[in-house]
């Protein structure tokens, strides 16, 4: 059985995974990467990790996504938006003297996009385009079953569209970081809510109170949720009038509030697209969930022997 190595390098996450020819995940590692988390700190967990898994699975070969820009033609990271350090680095040769095995090395939002177009929401669907809701927003297309890069850097920048004329970007309004942000300013505006009255000490991670928070119909909840929805509706108009996909996947760490975002975001776009277009495309949930860039990375890992 042929076995393959995944890395995933996120702004608050690192995964490594071992998985088999149908990109089943068979073993992980995950790690947690700190706000003041700088590049040479995550590779050196990388290095310690790797030897366990090359010892244990022999691999074939090593795929990687990574949270940021990437010319996938040479491996080398553009930048972290995220993470310091990063710039410039040739990630896809440091691999492959570290584990000496073929690497293929791509953005992590093209990676998700290619394992739901291949293995989740949007198998048998074309063109797939797919944007992630985590500590930051990416987006990815695939046609005719390759990722869409264009010109080097190339991934679809979701996260910078741009919503208004002075420059305020989907990344600014609908990531984790800006939706936790948005939760603690309606404590600071004495707005009474679950949200505000179950936030955690230490500022983070406050949108997974939207869950709950939701399901019991808290109004400010809500609200902030139809913002969120409209604003990610404006920007996938640009999508669909642009690229007209067959479907659109929604994945990340936000997209775990599940049904009412997808539904808020699906009520939303038909009222910003052309009549023609008979509302857009239907808006799924990512059926991957948080392993479309692993599952992604050991896919396109079998591109790389």
């Known amino acids: 059985m042929s076995t393959f190595l995944g890395i995933e390098i996120g702004g608050t996450k690192l995964q490594i995974v071992a998985g088999d020819g149908s990109a ?19 590779r050196q967990q990388i290095a310690s990790a790797l030897p366990s898994f090359l010892s244990e699975w022999q691999p074939a070969a090593i795929g990687m996504g990574f949270g940021g820009p990437v010319d996938w033609r040479t491996g080398c990271i553009a930048r972290s938006h995220q993470v310091e350090g990063w710039s410039g680095f040739r990630m896809a040769e440091w691999l492959r003297e570290l584990a000496g095995l073929p690497v293929v090395v791509e953005n992590d939002s093209n990676a998700a996009t290619f394992a739901e177009a291949t293995r989740g929401a949007g198998e048998g669907l074309n063109p797939v385009f797919y944007f992630n809701l985590g500590s930051g927003v990416g987006g990815g297309l695939v046609v005719d079953g390759k990722i869409y890069h264009g010109q080097a850097p190339g991934e679809a920048e979701f996260g910078h569209v741009r919503l208004d004329k002075s420059g ?3 990344e600014e309004r609908c990531s984790g970081w800006a939706v936790d942000a948005r939760i603690r300013q309606l404590k600071e505006r004495g707005v009474k809510s679950i949200l505000c009255e179950r936030l955690p000490a230490t500022p983070g991670g406050e949108a997974r109170l939207l869950v709950q928070a939701l399901a019991a119909g808290d109004e400010a909840a809500h609200q902030l949720i139809g913002e969120v929805a409209e604003d990610l509706a404006f920007a996938l108009s ?20 599940g049904e009412p975002l997808r539904a808020a975001v699906a009520a939303a776009l038909p009222r910003l697209v052309m009549e023609v277009f008979h509302g857009g495309p239907p808006i799924k949930l990512a ?12 896919l396109l890992a079998q591109s790389a022997r």
């Not at 089943?24 to 995550?42: D, H, K, M, N, P």
């Not at 669909?240 to 936000?254: A, N, R």
């Not at 059926?287 to 050991?298: F, H, I, K, Q, S």
């Open 24 to 42: 089943t995940i068979l073993s992980r590692q995950r790690f947690t990467v700190g706000s003041g988390s700088e590049a040479e700190g995550i």
């Open 287 to 298: 059926a991957l969930g948080e392993d479309a860039v692993p599952v992604g990375a050991l």
């Open 168 to 170: 305020v970007t989907v």
């Open 238 to 257: 640009h999508v669909t009038h642009l690229f007209h996909p067959e479907v659109i996947v929604l994945g990340g760490g936000l997209s775990l509030i």
